[in-house]
Structure formats: structure tokens, C-alpha cells
């Protein structure tokens, strides 16, 4: 029922069916020198300024490339689609920035309609097209009618809706995107205003937006692209609403893609950073009356019958909510692609960067080698590690949630929706803050747009607000934390990513045995601290919640909802931790990889450790003396990472296209990339600036005029 989404990781599917391929190469780059700008330099031949930090890895980088993508095969798929986007000059990127908004979304435009084109010649497998849409890196409509408008008419319509709606989406014959947030309400699904009222008399259903607030505002692909929207609406029947229900709805005219009748669409207007999320069209829509045939609301949860009487199938309600949890989890993957991309600009650059320290004339110290900086950058590396393996398990669990949903077992529906909410919420916060993090680490040439990351960063952040904002979501996960808590004394033991609850007995007044730095290396010791410390949180908002006299438990909650908040990442941190472990655990082939992975996913956990040393502290499970061990180890663990680190984001495998950064270039020669780029600026057409004659030289004559006076 949840069969939104693909898991494109092991889906075979063709769109076409020719195994013809073709094999495109790494174009060497060349360093085209500005012909204004760089008389002065040489071109240069093509040196790898890494290389002896490349010398350094003490493991095989190419297994590594294996353990991050998952296989041996997704490394080749996403070299060959990588290397194809990069060596096309339609998806060229470099000039993004600087397009007005009107060009960029004609390029939007233009890039995906090539995509498509590509995808069809080349016969790619859904596995490949979207490894494709991925490394065109623009953010556009078919983001949307791929990940959202399919997946809702896949979850929510019944056989007969897919079998007629779902041909004409795959082939684009009808572009859709996903209309549920208004003007007025987002986080709160259930407070949407938009009404869809059944007429009997002509079996239709009246689509109408009732007030200002009402209007559809932000669904993306809306404002310029999409001809229908799945449109979410109180659904009202013999004088009743039924609250929330999904229905598509034609918008634009397929001829000439004017707006039908009743129907009033916009862009809501230009976002945040240059470039950036603004390549998207996010729209509003407004009804006025708009009438639509009964068989076109989504009908496989809840049907209106040709009488008018409305009929819920036996399944739990929140299964309206099933499009939301496939691209939540999608955005935890997708969260690992953002840091490691982030991660990698910056340790290449900081390996490049030299400041300071120079003795008798020699050279000054890469800031990759300050201690600083390895305590700001290293944490990130093994946070991007983190993330693409539990974003790797949570694909897992989507997937099995969806098998027993589809044999109508129901059993998973809370640990899925727990899990989803909470690791979106963590890991696009934490990914957002580290963007920023790597900008500073590469310090000044990190703002420049050419550096990448102000980009990165801007098309990023709303990732925290977006698919439910990360405050709501976390709130959602504390409420399934304190309904567990409460079940303990019934003697129910939890399930799942829970179950460490149920050893609440012993979680509740174990003292960690660490007395060596060394001690914090045992992954035991890690996860008993990251429990206890999970539970106690937990348990102690419980009994706040409950020793709040007299209040109503959800006047408690209120209350307490800073504090629950807290309890939720524990609780998060705790899984992203748990599923690093295991992944250590597991046979890992390759010459020097699982210990590279053991110390990164230590290096997780004790720097979670040590930022939240407060928590442990306070809930009693470490000692003072045992967080300053474990920050002992931290430093340790620190030095071991520090000559592998050019290694460790090699294996993320991005080429420099995807990576879209000067600084992060492969082969670490910065300086010329950065001088280069910054003649290609349209400030720099022309020698003397436009309004020169306006401004600057009536301003500096009337100066000089007033001084020849004195
Ligand atoms: C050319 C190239 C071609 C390429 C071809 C490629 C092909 C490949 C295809 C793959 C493509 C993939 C692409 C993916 C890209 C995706 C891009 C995404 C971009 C993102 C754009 C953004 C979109 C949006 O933002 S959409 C709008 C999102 N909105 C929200 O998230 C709203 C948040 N609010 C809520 O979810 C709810 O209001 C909530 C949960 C806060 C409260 O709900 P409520 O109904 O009021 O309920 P409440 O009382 O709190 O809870 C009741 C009950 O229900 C349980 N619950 C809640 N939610 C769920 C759930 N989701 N699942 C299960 N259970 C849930 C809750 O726990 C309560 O339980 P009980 O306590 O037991 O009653
Ligand atoms: C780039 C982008 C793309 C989007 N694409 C789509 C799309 O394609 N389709 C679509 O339908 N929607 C889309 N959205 C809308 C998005 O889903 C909502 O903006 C999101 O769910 C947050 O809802 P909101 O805007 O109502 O925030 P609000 O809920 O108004 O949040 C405002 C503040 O209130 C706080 N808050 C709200 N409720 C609570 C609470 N109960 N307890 C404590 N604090 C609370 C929040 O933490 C936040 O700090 C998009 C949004 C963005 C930014």
C-alpha cells in the first residue's frame, strides 16, 4: 500500500528495453586559462597536488568506493551515469549562479527534457535514470512528478486508477506534482481548508479553495511545469467531512498548457541564494469550484460511492501519509550525498591549504594538520559515513514495511513512521549546520560561489523544513518514545529500533566500566552509554510529564516538548550509531577497509559523545573522568584518520562535475581554477564597469573639483 517508491537500488526496471550502452570517459581536465586574466600564467600540464596525500591511505580505495556505494555494481552504474552527465555540455552547471530566474528555469527546463531524451536513447533502467536525474544536481519538476505524483497514485489509487493514470505519468504524457501544503497550514495536515464536496446529482466531485488560506502554497513543480496535481482536501459527503483525502486534478490545458477553468496558478516567487532551490518552480493554486469525476479521488484507502456515501477500508488512516514516509526516507540517503559532497570540497582543500608555521624558509603547514581543524572536519567525514549506512538500513526497512503492508500487516507502521521522521530530522540538520561548517573550514574562498558551497548550502536548508519541518517530526518520535516508556510497566516489551527499552531494569543503573581511553574502543561500551543515556532521557521526560500536577498529559507534553526533543535525537543518535556498529560487524572486503570504518564509526560516537557530554553526565551512566577519556580517544582516533582522510572522500567517487567546486577539484590545483574562475563573473566583461559614467566619474570629478578649489 505504500508502494510509493522504487528501491532504485536493486530495481531493474528499463524504461526501454535495448542493453545498448555507450562508455564515456573522464574528460582530463583542461586548464583553460583566461585570456584576460592569466597572461601571466603558463598552462599548466595536468599534476595531482594530492598525491602523496593519496600516498598516505593505508586501505584500498577502491573497495572502499565498494563498502559506500553498496556494491560493486552501484559503483559502476554511478561512474558510468556520473562520468555521462559530466561529459554532456547540456548539463553544465558553472554558470548557474549567475543566471537571472527566468534562465535558470528555461534551463531547468531544457536540462530535463535532455535528460529524458538521454534516458530513452540509452535504454536506462530506472536504476540508472535516476542515478542520471541525481547527478544532473538541479532541482526541478521532475523531482516531484517522480517522487511525490507517482508515488501517491501508487500508494493511494487503486488498480484501476494506476492502470490508467500511472502509463501517461511514466511516459510524461501528463506531468504531476504533489499539492497538500497551504498558505495557512503545513506542519498541520489535518487543518488544510481546501474542500472537495461530492455533487450526487452529477457524480463529481467540487474542488474549491474556501478562503485566502486555503490557497495551495509551495508544492514544487506547481507554479510553471505541472498539468495535474494530486490535490489533498477535506473530502465532504452527505453534509459530513471526512476529513483529509488525495484527488487528482487537472490543472493545465494539454494543448497549450494554459490554466483550465476555475483554476488560478503562480510561482510563489524567488527563494533563498543565488542559484540554488530556485531552479524550482514551488507554486500556488487556487479553486474556484472546479469539478472533477468521482473516480478521481484516490480511492484504494476510502471510497465515496455513486449513492454518496462514504466507505473506509479496513486499514489504519495514516496510510494517507505513506508518500510522505517514502521521501523521507529518500532524504536520509540523499542527506549522506549533501555531507559527503560538503566534506569532501573541504578536506581536499584543507590538504591543499597552507597557513603558517614555515621554519627557515620552507613550507607552511596544510591546515588539514591543524588539530582544530581535524576536531571540525573529521566528525563530519564520519557523520557522512554514518548516514549512508543507516539511510542504506532505513531503505531496508522501508522496503519490508511495504512487503508486510501489502500482505496487510500493520505491525510496522509506528517503527517506519518513528524511524523516517526522526533520522530525516536529524540528518538533514546535522548535514545543513556541516554545509556551513565546511564554508568556514575552507575559510575565506569557501563564500565564494565558485567554491561550491554556498550553493550546496542554500539548495540544502530547506531540507530541514520541508517533508514535515524537523522540530514537528522530532515531536512525532517523542510521542511514540513516551507511549513506549508508558506500555513498560504493562510488561510489553518493545520491538524493533525500541527494544533496548525493554532492558530498562538493568539501562536504568548500569555505571559504564570504561577505564582507559582505549576502553571507549569497544563497541559494547559505545552502545550500553548510548542506551542507557537514550532510556534515561526518556524515562525522566516520562515521569515530568506525569509529575506535572494535575495537568492533562497533553498539557505535560507541552510542556515538556524542549525536553522531549532532546530525548528524540538521543534516541535517533542512538540508531544511527547501533546500525554503524553492525555494519562493522559484517564481513567487509578489501585490504585495510573495516578498520578504517571501525575508527570512523568510533569517531561517530564519541564525538556524539562528547558534544552531548552533558546528557550522559546528567543521566548518570559515565563519570566526569570517563566523557574526558573519551574525548582522550577522540584525539586518538583523530591522528588515525588524518593521513587517510583524501582517501576516505576519493572513495565518495564524485567527479568534479557533480561536485561543482574549484576547491574541491580532484586534483587539488586550486589556485589557478580559483583565478580562472573568477574572470568568467559578468562583472568582469568589461574592463570599466557599467554605470561608470553615471556614478563613479561624476562622483570622483566633482571630488576633484572641490579639492582644485581649496
Ligand atoms: C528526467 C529524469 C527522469 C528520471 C526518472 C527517475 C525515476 C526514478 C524515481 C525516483 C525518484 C525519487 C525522487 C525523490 C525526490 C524527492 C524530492 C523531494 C523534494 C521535497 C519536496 C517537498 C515536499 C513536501 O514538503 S510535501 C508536504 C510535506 N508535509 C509534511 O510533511 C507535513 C508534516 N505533518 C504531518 O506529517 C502530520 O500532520 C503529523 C504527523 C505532524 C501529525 O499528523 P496528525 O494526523 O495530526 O496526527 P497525530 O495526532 O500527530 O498522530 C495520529 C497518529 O498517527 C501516527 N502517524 C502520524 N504520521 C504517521 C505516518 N506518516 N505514518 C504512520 N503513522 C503516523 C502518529 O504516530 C499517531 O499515532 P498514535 O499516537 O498511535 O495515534
Ligand atoms: C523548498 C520547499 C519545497 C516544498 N515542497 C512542497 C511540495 O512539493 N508539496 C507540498 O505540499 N509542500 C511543500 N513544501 C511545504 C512544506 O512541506 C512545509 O513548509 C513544511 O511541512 C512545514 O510546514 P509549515 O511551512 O506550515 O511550517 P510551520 O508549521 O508553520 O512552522 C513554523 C514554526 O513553527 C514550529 N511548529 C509548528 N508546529 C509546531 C508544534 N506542533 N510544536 C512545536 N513547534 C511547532 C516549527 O518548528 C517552525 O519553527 C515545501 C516547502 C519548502 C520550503
Known amino acids: 500500500m505504500w508502494r510509493g517508491g522504487s528501491n532504485t537500488r536493486t530495481c531493474k526496471r528499463r524504461f526501454f528495453s535495448s542493453p545498448t550502452r555507450s562508455r564515456h ?182 474542488i474549491h479553495s474556501p478562503t485566502l488560506t486555503s490557497s495551495k502554497w509551495w508544492p514544487g513543480g506547481l507554479g510553471k511545469a505541472s498539468t495535474h496535481a494530486v490535490v489533498y482536501a477535506r473530502l465532504i459527503t452527505e453534509g459530513k467531512d471526512y476529513g483529509i483525502h488525495g484527488f487528482i486534478v487537472q490543472l493545465r490545458s494539454l494543448e497549450d498548457h494554459s490554466p483550465l477553468p476555475g483554476v488560478t496558478l503562480g510561482d510563489i516567487g524567488g527563494k533563498f541564494g543565488s542559484g540554488a532551490y530556485n531552479s524550482m518552480d514551488n507554486g500556488v493554486l487556487r479553486f474556484d469550484h472546479v469539478r472533477i469525476p468521482r473516480d478521481q479521488m484516490l480511492m484504494r484507502l476510502s471510497q465515496v460511492t455513486r449513492e454518496g456515501k462514504y466507505v473506509h477500508s479496513n486499514v489504519p488512516k495514516q496510510l494517507l501519509y505513506g508518500t510522505m514516509v517514502y521521501v523521507r526516507q529518500s532524504i536520509v540517503a540523499d542527506a549522506s550525498k549533501a555531507l559527503s559532497r560538503a566534506v569532501c570540497i573541504a578536506v581536499r582543500y584543507s590538504a591543499v591549504r597552507k597557513q603558517f608555521g614555515s621554519q627557515d624558509g620552507g613550507p607552511e603547514t596544510q591546515v588539514l594538520n591543524y588539530k582544530t581543524q581535524q576536531s571540525r572536519l573529521f566528525p563530519l567525514l564520519a557523520s557522512a559515513y554514518a548516514f549512508r549506512f543507516v539511510g542504506d538500513w532505513l531503505n531496508w526497512l522501508y522496503t519490508d514495511v511495504t512487503q508486510k503492508l501489502e500482505a496487510k500487516d500493520f505491525s510496522t507502521l509506528q517503527e517506519a513512521h518513528a524511524c523516517t521522521a526522526g533520522l530525516k530530522a536529524v540528518t538533514t540538520s546535522v548535514t545543513a549546520d556541516a554545509i556551513e561548517e565546511c564554508r568556514k573550514l575552507c ?141 562493522v560487524h559484517q564481513e567487509i572486503p578489501g585490504h585495510g577497509v573495516k578498520e578504517q570504518l571501525q575508527a570512523l564509526c568510533n569517531v561517530y560516537a564519541l564525538y556524539i559523545l562528547h558534544k552531548h557530554l552533558g546528557d550522559f553526565l546528567a543521566t548518570g551512566c559515565i563519570t566526569p573522568r570517563q566523557g574526558a577519556l573519551a574525548n582522550e580517544q577522540l584525539g586518538k582516533l583523530y591522528a588515525q584518520v588524518r593521513p587517510n582522510a583524501v582517501a576516505l572522500v576519493d572513495a565518495f567517487n564524485y567527479t568534479d562535475h557533480y561536485l561543482g567546486s574549484v576547491l574541491g577539484r580532484y586534483d587539488g590545483d586550486v589556485y589557478p581554477a580559483l583565478y580562472e574562475e573568477a574572470w568568467k563573473d559578468p562583472l568582469n566583461e568589461t574592463v570599466v564597469p557599467e554605470g561608470y559614467h553615471e556614478y563613479l566619474r561624476p562622483l570622483i570629478k566633482q571630488q576633484q573639483l572641490k579639492l582644485s578649489r581649496l
Open 443 to 583: 575559510g575565506g574562498h569557501g563564500y565564494l560561489n565558485s567554491s561550491g558551497l554556498p550553493e550546496l548550502f542554500a539548495v540544502y536548508v530547506p531540507a530541514c523544513t520541508y517533508e514535515g519541518d524537523n522540530v514537528v517530526l522530532l515531536l512525532q518520535v517523542a510521542r511514540i518514545l513516551m507511549k513506549t516508556v508508558s506500555q513498560l510497566a504493562s510488561g510489553k516489551q518493545p520491538v524493533g529500533t525500541m527494544a533496548y527499552m525493554g532492558k530498562v531494569q538493568y539501562l536504568m543503573q548500569c555505571k559504564s566500566a570504561v577505564s582507559s581511553a582505549e576502553d571507549w574502543l569497544n563497541p559494547d561500551a559505545i552502545q550500553e552509554a548510548f542506551e542507557a543515556r537514550a532510556l534515561r532521557m526518556a524515562v525522566n521526560c516520562a515521569q515530568n510529564i506525569s509529575q506535572a500536577a494535575s495537568q492533562e498529559e497533553a498539557a505535560g507534553f507541552y510542556e515538556r516538548s524542549p525536553d522531549l526533543l532532546e530525548a528524540a535525537v538521543a534516541h535517533i543518535q542512538l540508531i544511527i550509531v547501533t546500525k554503524f556498529i553492525e555494519k
Open 25 to 206: 570517459h573522464r574528460p582530463p581536465y583542461i586548464c583553460r586559462l583566461h585570456s584576460r586574466g592569466s597572461q601571466h600564467l603558463k598552462a599548466m600540464a595536468e599534476v595531482d597536488h594530492l598525491a602523496a596525500e593519496r600516498a598516505t591511505a593505508r586501505f584500498d580505495v577502491e573497495e572502499m568506493k565498494v563498502a559506500w556505494a553498496g556494491s560493486r555494481h552501484a559503483v559502476h552504474v554511478a561512474d558510468r551515469m556520473a562520468r555521462l552527465v559530466a561529459s554532456d555540455p547540456v548539463f553544465r552547471k558553472d554558470n548557474r549562479t549567475m543566471l537571472s530566474r527566468k534562465e535558470l528555469f528555461k534551463d531547468t527546463l531544457r536540462k530535463a527534457a535532455h535528460a529524458w531524451k538521454r534516458i530513452v536513447e540509452l535504454r536506462l533502467t530506472e536504476e540508472e535514470a535516476d542515478l542520471l536525474r541525481q547527478y544532473v544536481d538541479q532541482p526541478g519538476y521532475v523531482d516531484l512528478h517522480w517522487g511525490m505524483f507517482v508515488p501517491a497514485i501508487k500508494g493511494q489509487g487503486t488498480e484501476e486508477q494506476q492502470h490508467k493514470w500511472l502509463p501517461l505519468a511514466y511516459k510524461f504524457q501528463i506531468i504531476g506534482c504533489y499539492a497538500q501544503t497551504e498558505l495557512g497550514h503545513g506542519s498541520n495536515v489535518q487543518g488544510l481548508e481546501t474542500t472537495a464536496t461530492f455533487d450526487p446529482k452529477t457524480d463529481e466531485f467540487v
